[in-house]
């Protein structure tokens, strides 16, 4: 068996990398070259170490990363997805050009599986139509059908090898054909959705349930401020409970996954009602922490401000939509690219930012020591390991300040309190 992967982002990859390390004759093609020609020389550029030398073990068997799709007995498309704001949905424009691409090498007898998040419908109603568009009748010549990563970033390769996978296909040949694929390879069970729609809609019921249940936790944190109450214990005691299983509130849902993949589920009837308001309740935590500042410095003016943590959460690289940076942004400082600074009534320059994990090259980085030097408070924006490391004495003897904002719950509160710092949780 063949199988070919278009799409080597890192789901792509880990995926590739998966079937070829079971032996397979895999080819790797993706549309930027600069991905293929860094495979070659060796280069997965992924930040997760154990996921990093999987990848190169791949890549020295059977993985072959090429500047051309090929022909195979099997097509897997990983494109991603990206929220078209102007439409409140999904640009498909990625998942339409690989479907022309698998169509110009596809033969009868082939299997094509799409695992890019997708709104319901689109694996019938867009992949399919493009797919067919020679002689092959799709089911007929051609088995198609869809299930969706649902990998923890962070903890992709031991998700990638255990997760449960929801498998559905344009018929039953398609979903045997697609559960014998992944079935040798996932120690979670296969799961068979009525049809590919059905899959779709899983997926993106999945993450717009947390992306709710986070909002549901924010929604706590501000209220049990208003009582006085630490959220964090109440939840914990809350949880004791058999049914109740309550997240923790955050700065705010960052990634590419939680923030965008609701809206996918928009069809325009308006029954998205509580999904929306679930996305703007975590929106609004980046002004919230900031607001959690204001009330611990009398004046904003004149003061720096810290950051540390831009990625979207604890311990990865990825910074899309991350609430750290939105609150850099929040507080006056122009971080990435040239999109200005949104009035926070604070000057250019007063905060600055470090993360040790992040990796986009674009966004104005400092070292640590750097960050505190002289600032008057510091706000983690991610749960980094690094971070829960600090030594609260060191920061202190390098800080004019000692106001320290923790959202995301990184350091140990009575050991900075006891250093002389005014910490403030949610
Ligand atoms: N967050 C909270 N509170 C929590 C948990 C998370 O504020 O209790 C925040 C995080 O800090 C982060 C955001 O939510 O900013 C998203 O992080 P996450 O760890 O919840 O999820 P992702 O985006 O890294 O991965 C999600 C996962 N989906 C589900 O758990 C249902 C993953 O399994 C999916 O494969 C992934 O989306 C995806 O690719 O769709």
Not at 406 to 420: C, L, S, Y
Request: hydrophobic share 40%; charged share 20%; proline share 6%.
């Amino acid at each position: 068996m063949s199988i070919c992967v278009h799409g080597l982002g890192y789901i792509g990859l880990a995926t590739a990398s998966l079937f070829a390390n079971a032996g397979t004759d895999v080819t790797g093609f993706d549309v930027d070259e600069g991905v293929i020609d860094r495979l070659n020389e060796g280069d997965p550029n992924v930040s997760e170490p154990e996921l990093e030398s999987y990848i190169q073990d791949a890549l020295e068997s059977n993985l072959t990363p090429s500047h051309r799709p090929q022909p195979a007995d099997v097509h897997i498309i990983c494109v991603p997805t990206p929220y078209d704001e102007l439409n409140d949905g999904a640009d498909l424009t990625y998942v339409k050009d690989a479907g022309r691409t698998v169509a110009n090498v596809l033969r009868s007898g082939d299997t094509v599986v799409l695992e890019s998040t997708v709104p319901p419908g689109t694996t019938t109603g867009i992949l399919a139509p493009i797919l067919s568009q020679g002689d092959l009748e799709i089911g007929e010549d051609v088995h198609l059908g869809y299930t969706p990563e649902t990998v923890m970033p962070g903890n992709t390769l031991t998700e990638l090898r255990t997760n449960d996978r929801i498998v559905g296909g344009v018929d039953e040949d398609s979903v045997s054909a697609i559960k014998s694929l992944y079935e040798p390879l996932t120690s979670g069970e296969i799961h068979v959705a009525a049809d590919p729609t059905t899959a779709e809609f899983v997926k993106l019921a999945q993450n717009a349930e947390r992306n709710v249940s986070i909002a549901y936790a924010n929604t706590l944190a501000l209220l049990a401020e208003n009582y006085g109450i630490d959220v964090r214990s109440a939840i914990s005691l809350a949880n004791n409970h058999p049914r109740v299983d309550i997240l923790s509130p955050g700065p705010g849902v960052g990634g590419h996954c939680l923030p965008v993949d609701p809206h996918f589920l928009s069809d325009g009837s308006g029954a998205t009602e509580l999904l929306d308001i679930a996305s703007q309740v975590n929106s609004r935590m980046p002004e919230h922490v900031v607001r959690m500042l204001e009330d611990a410095i009398d004046s904003l003016e004149d003061k720096t401000v810290a950051v540390l943590g831009i990625t979207y959460k604890g311990n990865v690289s990825d910074t899309r939509n991350s609430p750290g940076l939105e609150i850099a942004k929040l507080l006056g400082t122009v971080t990435v690219d040239t999109r200005p600074a949104m009035d926070g009534g604070w000057d250019e320059g007063s905060v600055t930012i470090h993360d040790p994990r992040a990796t986009d090259s674009r966004l104005q980085l400092v070292p640590l020591d750097v960050a505190v030097d002289g600032a008057d408070a510091v706000i983690f924006g991610a749960a980094h390991d690094e971070f829960a490391a600090l030594d609260p004495e060191d920061i202190r003897s390098k800080m004019a300040g000692r106001t320290v904002v923790d959202p995301v719950d990184v350091i140990d509160t009575a050991q900075w309190t006891e250093q002389g710092f005014d910490v403030r949780t949610l």
